[in-house]
Protein backbone atom coordinates (compact mmCIF):
# COMPACT_ATOMS: atom_id res chain seq x y z
CA UNK A 1 0.00 0.00 0.00
CA UNK A 2 1.25 3.54 -0.89
CA UNK A 3 2.41 5.11 2.41
CA UNK A 4 0.36 8.29 3.87
CA UNK A 5 2.09 11.58 3.85
CA UNK A 6 2.38 12.88 7.97
CA UNK A 7 2.64 16.23 9.39
CA UNK A 8 2.94 16.25 12.73
CA UNK A 9 2.45 19.89 14.35
CA UNK A 10 3.53 20.46 17.81
CA UNK A 11 6.28 17.73 17.48
CA UNK A 12 8.87 18.85 20.07
CA UNK A 13 6.21 19.09 22.88
CA UNK A 14 5.60 16.37 25.56
CA UNK A 15 2.56 14.41 23.69
CA UNK A 16 4.30 15.90 20.17
CA UNK A 17 7.39 13.52 21.06
CA UNK A 18 5.63 10.15 22.41
CA UNK A 19 3.18 10.70 18.83
CA UNK A 20 6.88 10.88 17.07
CA UNK A 21 7.48 7.41 18.51
CA UNK A 22 4.90 6.05 17.83
CA UNK A 23 4.30 6.96 14.33
CA UNK A 24 8.07 6.34 12.90
CA UNK A 25 6.88 2.75 13.77
CA UNK A 26 3.65 2.44 11.38
CA UNK A 27 4.53 0.60 8.20
CA UNK A 28 1.67 2.79 6.51
CA UNK A 29 2.66 6.66 7.58
CA UNK A 30 5.90 8.47 5.86
CA UNK A 31 6.48 11.71 8.23
CA UNK A 32 6.86 14.31 5.99
CA UNK A 33 7.25 17.19 8.34
CA UNK A 34 7.82 17.71 11.71
CA UNK A 35 6.66 21.30 12.94
CA UNK A 36 6.92 23.69 15.99
CA UNK A 37 6.86 27.34 16.60
CA UNK A 38 10.51 26.91 17.93
CA UNK A 39 13.58 25.31 17.39
CA UNK A 40 13.36 25.34 13.45
CA UNK A 41 16.53 23.30 11.28
CA UNK A 42 16.74 21.19 14.62
CA UNK A 43 16.41 17.09 14.29
CA UNK A 44 13.56 15.74 16.53
CA UNK A 45 16.88 13.72 18.02
CA UNK A 46 17.66 17.11 20.06
CA UNK A 47 14.33 16.56 22.16
CA UNK A 48 14.54 12.76 22.67
CA UNK A 49 17.34 10.29 22.86
CA UNK A 50 15.33 7.24 22.07
CA UNK A 51 14.44 9.67 18.13
CA UNK A 52 18.12 10.09 17.42
CA UNK A 53 18.34 6.64 15.40
CA UNK A 54 15.97 7.59 13.50
CA UNK A 55 18.00 9.71 11.04
CA UNK A 56 15.90 10.36 7.95
CA UNK A 57 13.40 12.10 10.09
CA UNK A 58 12.90 15.69 8.51
CA UNK A 59 14.55 18.27 10.65
CA UNK A 60 11.85 20.91 12.77
CA UNK A 61 10.33 23.39 10.11
CA UNK A 62 7.07 25.86 10.51
CA UNK A 63 3.84 24.52 9.64
CA UNK A 64 3.15 28.03 8.01
CA UNK A 65 5.54 26.87 5.48
CA UNK A 66 4.47 23.88 4.89
CA UNK A 67 3.05 22.61 1.00
CA UNK A 68 0.13 20.91 2.02
CA UNK A 69 -0.62 19.84 -1.66
CA UNK A 70 1.21 16.35 -1.19
CA UNK A 71 -0.07 15.87 2.48
CA UNK A 72 -2.36 13.03 3.57
CA UNK A 73 -2.66 13.65 7.44
CA UNK A 74 -1.55 16.37 9.81
CA UNK A 75 -1.70 15.41 13.59
CA UNK A 76 -1.91 18.53 15.68
CA UNK A 77 -0.53 18.36 19.34
CA UNK A 78 -0.71 22.19 19.80
CA UNK A 79 -1.88 24.47 22.31
CA UNK A 80 -5.85 25.09 22.28
CA UNK A 81 -6.89 27.63 19.55
CA UNK A 82 -4.08 26.82 17.19
CA UNK A 83 -6.17 23.82 15.33
CA UNK A 84 -8.95 26.19 14.78
CA UNK A 85 -6.72 28.16 12.52
CA UNK A 86 -4.79 25.32 10.82
CA UNK A 87 -8.29 24.04 9.85
CA UNK A 88 -9.52 27.14 7.84
CA UNK A 89 -6.60 26.53 5.77
CA UNK A 90 -6.85 22.92 4.55
CA UNK A 91 -8.48 20.99 1.60
CA UNK A 92 -10.87 18.43 1.40
CA UNK A 93 -8.23 15.75 0.71
CA UNK A 94 -6.29 16.72 4.20
CA UNK A 95 -7.66 14.88 7.55
CA UNK A 96 -6.87 16.69 10.48
CA UNK A 97 -6.22 14.99 14.00
CA UNK A 98 -6.27 16.96 16.61
CA UNK A 99 -5.20 16.49 19.82
CA UNK A 100 -6.52 19.91 21.84
CA UNK A 101 -10.01 20.68 23.07
CA UNK A 102 -10.65 22.43 20.01
CA UNK A 103 -13.04 20.93 18.01
CA UNK A 104 -13.95 18.45 21.64
CA UNK A 105 -16.78 20.75 22.46
CA UNK A 106 -19.56 20.90 19.99
CA UNK A 107 -21.37 24.04 21.49
CA UNK A 108 -19.13 26.68 20.38
CA UNK A 109 -20.96 28.73 23.30
CA UNK A 110 -19.89 26.39 26.35
CA UNK A 111 -16.36 26.07 24.63
CA UNK A 112 -15.86 29.96 24.94
CA UNK A 113 -17.57 29.70 28.46
CA UNK A 114 -15.02 26.90 29.88
CA UNK A 115 -12.14 27.72 27.34
CA UNK A 116 -12.37 31.67 27.63
CA UNK A 117 -11.86 32.19 23.81
CA UNK A 118 -14.41 32.40 20.76
CA UNK A 119 -14.19 29.79 18.31
CA UNK A 120 -12.18 30.57 15.25
CA UNK A 121 -13.57 28.07 12.99
CA UNK A 122 -17.13 27.20 14.13
CA UNK A 123 -18.41 26.20 10.68
CA UNK A 124 -15.99 23.16 10.70
CA UNK A 125 -17.35 21.79 14.29
CA UNK A 126 -19.80 20.09 12.47
CA UNK A 127 -17.52 18.59 9.90
CA UNK A 128 -15.57 17.31 12.91
CA UNK A 129 -16.08 14.05 14.84
CA UNK A 130 -15.12 13.38 18.64
CA UNK A 131 -13.45 9.79 19.22
CA UNK A 132 -12.92 7.36 21.80
CA UNK A 133 -11.56 4.21 19.57
CA UNK A 134 -13.36 1.86 21.94
CA UNK A 135 -16.36 3.53 21.93
CA UNK A 136 -16.96 5.52 18.85
CA UNK A 137 -20.27 4.48 17.49
CA UNK A 138 -20.26 6.02 14.09
CA UNK A 139 -17.66 5.28 11.31
CA UNK A 140 -15.35 8.09 11.39
CA UNK A 141 -14.19 7.95 7.79
CA UNK A 142 -16.87 10.61 6.47
CA UNK A 143 -15.14 13.08 8.54
CA UNK A 144 -12.38 15.75 7.92
CA UNK A 145 -11.27 16.22 11.79
CA UNK A 146 -11.59 14.00 13.91
CA UNK A 147 -11.10 15.72 17.73
CA UNK A 148 -9.10 13.47 20.44
CA UNK A 149 -10.58 13.01 23.76
CA UNK A 150 -8.83 14.70 26.40
CA UNK A 151 -7.11 12.52 29.47
CA UNK A 152 -9.18 13.02 32.55
CA UNK A 153 -12.24 12.03 30.04
CA UNK A 154 -10.81 9.33 28.80
CA UNK A 155 -10.16 7.54 32.12
CA UNK A 156 -13.70 8.23 33.08
CA UNK A 157 -15.44 7.41 29.69
CA UNK A 158 -14.03 4.14 29.32
CA UNK A 159 -14.85 2.42 32.82
CA UNK A 160 -18.29 4.19 33.21
CA UNK A 161 -20.08 4.25 29.42
CA UNK A 162 -20.59 0.88 29.06
CA UNK A 163 -21.89 0.04 32.74
CA UNK A 164 -23.89 3.37 32.69
CA UNK A 165 -25.68 2.40 28.85
CA UNK A 166 -26.31 -1.36 30.93
CA UNK A 167 -27.46 0.74 33.91
CA UNK A 168 -25.93 -1.56 36.26
CA UNK A 169 -24.60 1.28 37.88
CA UNK A 170 -26.53 4.16 38.64
CA UNK A 171 -26.58 7.64 36.98
CA UNK A 172 -26.65 10.07 40.09
CA UNK A 173 -24.20 10.16 42.61
CA UNK A 174 -20.76 9.46 40.26
CA UNK A 175 -17.73 10.80 42.63
CA UNK A 176 -14.55 10.97 40.67
CA UNK A 177 -11.13 11.35 42.30
CA UNK A 178 -8.42 11.62 39.49
CA UNK A 179 -4.93 12.30 39.51
CA UNK A 180 -2.61 13.08 36.90
CA UNK A 181 1.61 13.69 36.62
CA UNK A 182 2.49 17.27 35.62
CA UNK A 183 3.11 16.45 32.36
CA UNK A 184 -0.26 16.64 31.40
CA UNK A 185 -0.34 20.75 31.76
CA UNK A 186 2.51 20.60 29.44
CA UNK A 187 5.93 22.53 29.18
CA UNK A 188 4.51 25.88 30.59
CA UNK A 189 3.60 24.19 34.19
CA UNK A 190 4.98 27.05 36.02
CA UNK A 191 2.53 29.69 34.83
CA UNK A 192 0.02 27.99 35.01
CA UNK A 193 0.37 26.83 38.65
CA UNK A 194 1.41 29.15 40.94
CA UNK A 195 0.78 26.91 44.46
CA UNK A 196 4.35 25.95 45.87
CA UNK A 197 6.01 22.81 45.44
CA UNK A 198 4.46 21.04 42.44
CA UNK A 199 7.30 18.52 41.82
CA UNK A 200 7.27 17.98 46.38
CA UNK A 201 3.17 17.87 46.68
CA UNK A 202 -0.43 16.34 45.61
CA UNK A 203 -2.89 19.58 44.95
CA UNK A 204 -6.48 19.59 44.14
CA UNK A 205 -7.10 22.03 41.43
CA UNK A 206 -10.12 23.44 38.80
CA UNK A 207 -12.44 21.86 41.77
CA UNK A 208 -15.19 24.12 41.13
CA UNK A 209 -15.48 23.62 37.15
CA UNK A 210 -12.37 22.34 35.50
CA UNK A 211 -12.61 22.43 32.28
CA UNK A 212 -12.72 18.88 31.00
CA UNK A 213 -16.05 18.77 32.99
CA UNK A 214 -17.51 20.23 30.04
CA UNK A 215 -16.13 17.60 27.91
CA UNK A 216 -17.72 14.60 30.05
CA UNK A 217 -21.22 16.03 30.49
CA UNK A 218 -21.29 16.33 26.69
CA UNK A 219 -20.78 13.10 26.15
CA UNK A 220 -22.54 10.98 28.77
CA UNK A 221 -25.53 13.40 27.61
CA UNK A 222 -24.87 12.27 24.16
CA UNK A 223 -24.71 8.77 24.75
CA UNK A 224 -27.06 7.95 27.26
CA UNK A 225 -29.26 10.68 26.58
CA UNK A 226 -30.09 11.52 29.51
CA UNK A 227 -28.09 13.93 32.35
CA UNK A 228 -25.58 12.54 34.43
CA UNK A 229 -24.22 13.76 37.54
CA UNK A 230 -20.46 13.32 38.17
CA UNK A 231 -18.62 15.05 40.98
CA UNK A 232 -15.03 15.65 38.79
CA UNK A 233 -12.11 16.49 41.35
CA UNK A 234 -8.87 16.69 39.29
CA UNK A 235 -5.18 16.47 40.98
CA UNK A 236 -2.20 17.71 40.11
CA UNK A 237 0.48 15.06 41.37
CA UNK A 238 4.58 15.28 41.79
CA UNK A 239 4.87 12.32 38.72
CA UNK A 240 5.97 13.38 35.69
CA UNK A 241 3.41 10.76 33.70
CA UNK A 242 -0.08 9.12 34.40
CA UNK A 243 -3.34 9.51 35.61
CA UNK A 244 -5.41 7.52 38.14
CA UNK A 245 -9.26 7.93 38.59
CA UNK A 246 -10.37 6.29 41.14
CA UNK A 247 -14.45 6.18 40.51
CA UNK A 248 -17.35 5.67 43.26
CA UNK A 249 -20.34 4.71 42.07
CA UNK A 250 -24.07 3.40 43.68
CA UNK A 251 -25.03 -0.34 42.10
CA UNK A 252 -28.34 -0.63 40.55
CA UNK A 253 -30.65 -3.31 42.10
CA UNK A 254 -29.73 -6.72 41.83
CA UNK A 255 -25.96 -5.72 40.47
CA UNK A 256 -22.80 -6.96 42.02
CA UNK A 257 -19.21 -5.98 41.82
CA UNK A 258 -18.50 -9.41 40.02
CA UNK A 259 -21.16 -8.59 37.44
CA UNK A 260 -19.62 -5.67 36.82
CA UNK A 261 -16.57 -6.73 36.24
CA UNK A 262 -17.61 -9.53 33.63
CA UNK A 263 -19.53 -7.27 31.34
CA UNK A 264 -16.77 -5.01 31.02
CA UNK A 265 -14.05 -8.18 30.19
CA UNK A 266 -17.11 -9.15 27.78
CA UNK A 267 -17.58 -5.39 26.72
CA UNK A 268 -14.09 -5.22 26.15
CA UNK A 269 -12.93 -8.55 24.71
CA UNK A 270 -12.06 -6.94 21.44
CA UNK A 271 -10.08 -4.26 22.38
CA UNK A 272 -6.33 -5.29 22.92
CA UNK A 273 -5.57 -1.79 25.01
CA UNK A 274 -8.42 -2.24 27.59
CA UNK A 275 -6.88 -4.50 30.17
CA UNK A 276 -9.63 -5.60 32.92
CA UNK A 277 -7.72 -6.86 35.97
CA UNK A 278 -9.35 -9.29 38.77
CA UNK A 279 -12.03 -8.17 41.63
CA UNK A 280 -10.34 -5.99 43.72
CA UNK A 281 -7.02 -5.84 42.42
CA UNK A 282 -4.66 -2.74 43.38
CA UNK A 283 -3.98 -1.20 40.15
CA UNK A 284 -1.19 2.33 39.72
CA UNK A 285 0.48 4.35 37.08
CA UNK A 286 3.15 2.40 36.87
CA UNK A 287 0.79 -0.64 35.52
CA UNK A 288 0.68 1.23 32.24
CA UNK A 289 3.48 3.91 32.52
CA UNK A 290 4.88 3.95 28.55
CA UNK A 291 2.00 2.44 26.87
CA UNK A 292 -1.54 2.71 25.24
CA UNK A 293 -2.99 0.59 27.61
CA UNK A 294 -5.85 1.25 29.62
CA UNK A 295 -5.99 -0.96 32.94
CA UNK A 296 -9.37 -1.26 34.94
CA UNK A 297 -10.02 -2.84 38.72
CA UNK A 298 -13.56 -3.01 39.64
CA UNK A 299 -13.25 -3.15 43.91
CA UNK A 300 -15.41 -3.53 46.28
CA UNK A 301 -17.05 -1.26 48.76
CA UNK A 302 -17.39 -1.70 52.71
CA UNK A 303 -20.92 -0.92 51.44
CA UNK A 304 -22.58 -3.94 49.28
CA UNK A 305 -24.73 -0.90 47.86
CA UNK A 306 -21.20 1.10 46.12
CA UNK A 307 -18.55 -0.31 43.92
CA UNK A 308 -15.23 1.78 43.63
CA UNK A 309 -13.71 1.53 39.92
CA UNK A 310 -10.22 2.32 39.39
CA UNK A 311 -8.78 3.43 35.83
CA UNK A 312 -5.12 3.98 35.30
CA UNK A 313 -4.04 5.42 31.69
CA UNK A 314 -0.26 7.11 30.46
CA UNK A 315 -1.89 10.47 30.07
CA UNK A 316 0.79 11.38 27.09
CA UNK A 317 0.12 8.05 25.27
CA UNK A 318 -3.64 6.44 26.11
CA UNK A 319 -4.90 10.12 27.00
CA UNK A 320 -3.01 11.52 24.05
CA UNK A 321 -0.69 10.47 21.17
CA UNK A 322 -1.76 6.98 21.53
CA UNK A 323 -5.48 7.33 21.00
CA UNK A 324 -4.91 9.96 18.25
CA UNK A 325 -2.91 6.68 16.33
CA UNK A 326 -6.06 4.82 17.15
CA UNK A 327 -8.31 7.05 15.61
CA UNK A 328 -6.14 7.01 12.22
CA UNK A 329 -6.01 3.13 11.89
CA UNK A 330 -9.64 3.32 12.65
CA UNK A 331 -9.93 6.27 10.21
CA UNK A 332 -7.77 4.00 7.30
CA UNK A 333 -9.33 0.85 8.22
CA UNK A 334 -5.63 -0.47 9.97
CA UNK A 335 -5.52 -2.52 12.83
CA UNK A 336 -5.71 -0.84 15.76
CA UNK A 337 -2.45 -2.37 16.89
CA UNK A 338 -0.13 -0.67 14.41
CA UNK A 339 2.55 1.50 15.15
CA UNK A 340 2.69 0.15 18.73
CA UNK A 341 4.35 -2.98 18.43
Not at 270 to 294: D, E, H
Amino acid sequence: MKKINVVVAGATGYIGLELVKIIVKHPYINVKHLCANKSVGKKIGTFDKSLKKFSKLPKISNIKKVNLKNIDVIFAALPNGEAQLISKKLNEKVLLIDLSADFRIKNANIFKKYYNMEHGAKKLIKKSVYSVPELIDKKIDKYKIISCPGCYPTSIQLPLVPLLQKKMIKSKNIIVDSKSGYSGAGKNLNKKFKFKNIYESISAYGVQNHRHLSEINQEFNRILKKKIFITFIPHLSPMFRGILSTIYVDLSKGQTINKLQNYLKKYYKKNYFIKINKLNQNIGTGNIMNTNFCSISVCKNINDNKAIIICAIDNLIKGGSGQAVQNFNLFYGFNETLGFK
